[in-house]
């Protein structure tokens, strides 16, 4: 079992930029392949970007492909999502989920734990 907590969420002007933070309560936080996901008012959960449990392998959604970075420092038992050139589209819940079972994946059904959420708005 793991608990994850997402911080770092705010309101950003468009263009600007904001770093989001996941803090795991995992004993061995390198087991776990990680992901963010948003889901935005009215829409269903989106896949943003995953990394895999040693951070060499990354994916990331087309829509934030060369904006948005994923990054994980094991030894602090944490997962960042740097997030460069916001558009008002990028507003929404953005959650942190983990996986010890699959690797980096873009499909929401394949994590198992999921943190509460950090609200992102964009203002345009």
């Known amino acids: 079992q793991v608990q994850l907590v997402e911080s770092g969420g705010g309101l950003v002007q468009a263009g600007g930029s904001l770093r989001l933070s996941c803090a795991a309560s995992?004993?061995?936080?390198?087991?776990?392949?990680m992901g963010w996901f948003r889901q935005a008012p009215g829409k269903e959960r989106e896949f943003v970007a995953a990394i895999s449990r040693n951070g060499i392998m990354t994916l990331y959604a087309d829509s934030v492909k060369g904006r948005f970075t994923i990054s994980r420092d094991n030894a602090k038992n944490t997962v960042y999502l740097q997030m460069n050139s916001l558009k008002s589209e990028d507003t929404a819940i953005y959650y942190c989920?983990?996986?010890?079972?699959?690797?980096?994946?873009?499909?929401?059904?394949?994590?198992?734990?999921w943190g509460q959420g950090t609200q992102v708005t964009v203002s345009s």
């Open positions: 995992a004993r061995t936080f390198s087991n776990y392949a």
């Open positions: 989920a983990g996986t010890t079972v699959y690797r980096e994946s873009p499909n929401s059904n394949d994590y198992w734990y």
